[in-house]
């Protein structure tokens, strides 16, 4: 399996983004992804995540009400969409898969730069 | 929410040294405890899931340990790929959330 973003995105404060996570080799709907954020020279931060088969979704508190997960099986992605973007929304974002077994993120996108900036 | 605290934020250490990284969580989460190796701008690689279970394909030098709100990794015998960032993470519940890292240098 792997996990393949889509490229870096340059907006501005205010604005919304939308970063794609494509999944290949295995079958989309059996898993959980997940969403980490990393600023720049900072540690690894939970954004939240999706059960495709049931279309639930859990966020990070700090993210709520500006964050939406959605996922297309057909598609085999999953999209996360931040609006209202701050300069401290700048960050690479990650998505990965969590193993049903043992409830880590086993497998990992590439990352997506997105930069925030006026 | 459950709030991961790790220690060293650092440590320098040489090839062949012993390495332990301490990951105390502020509640308990029996064994939902894996860990992370991340080298510079690169993904987050899973290194222990269930506290002390060896991701397929990892070295038996890195290994795992404890339960409830302390674990620790344990590096033997340094290599010179092991100089990377170390993050410990919790899957008991969510929001799941991460310790704030541990650098290993040279």
């Known amino acids: 399996v792997q996990l393949v973003q889509s490229g870096a995105e340059v907006r501005t404060p205010g604005s919304s983004v939308r970063v794609s996570c494509k999944a290949s080799g295995d079958t989309f709907n059996s898993f959980t992804f997940t969403w980490v954020r990393q600023a720049p020279g900072q540690g690894l931060e939970w954004v939240g995540r999706?059960?495709?088969?049931?279309?639930?979704?859990n966020y990070a508190q700090r993210f709520q009400g500006r964050i939406s997960i959605t996922a297309n099986e057909s598609a085999s992605a999953t999209f996360l969409v931040l609006s209202s973007l701050k300069s401290d929304d700048t960050a690479v974002y990650y998505c990965?898969?969590?193993?049903?077994?043992?409830?880590?993120?086993?497998?990992w996108g590439q990352g997506t730069m997105v930069i925030v900036s006026s | 929410d459950i709030q991961m605290t790790q220690s060293p934020s650092s440590v320098s250490a040489s090839v062949g040294d012993r390495v332990t990284i301490t990951c105390r969580a502020s509640e308990t989460i029996e064994t939902y405890l894996n860990w992370y190796q991340q080298k510079p701008g690169k993904a987050p690689n899973l290194l222990i899931y269930?506290?002390?279970t060896l991701q397929t394909g990892v070295p038996s030098r890195f290994s795992g340990s404890g339960s409830g709100t302390d674990f620790a990794l344990t590096i033997n015998s340094l290599q010179p790929e092991d100089f990377a960032t170390y993050y410990c993470?919790?899957?008991?519940?969510?929001?799941?959330?991460f310790g704030g890292g541990t650098s290993v240098e040279i």
């Open positions: 993470q919790q899957s008991y519940n969510s929001p799941l959330s």
């Open positions: 269930a506290a002390s």
């Open positions: 990965a898969r969590i193993d049903d077994d043992s409830d880590a993120f086993d497998i």
């Open positions: 999706i059960i495709p088969i049931i279309d639930i979704t």
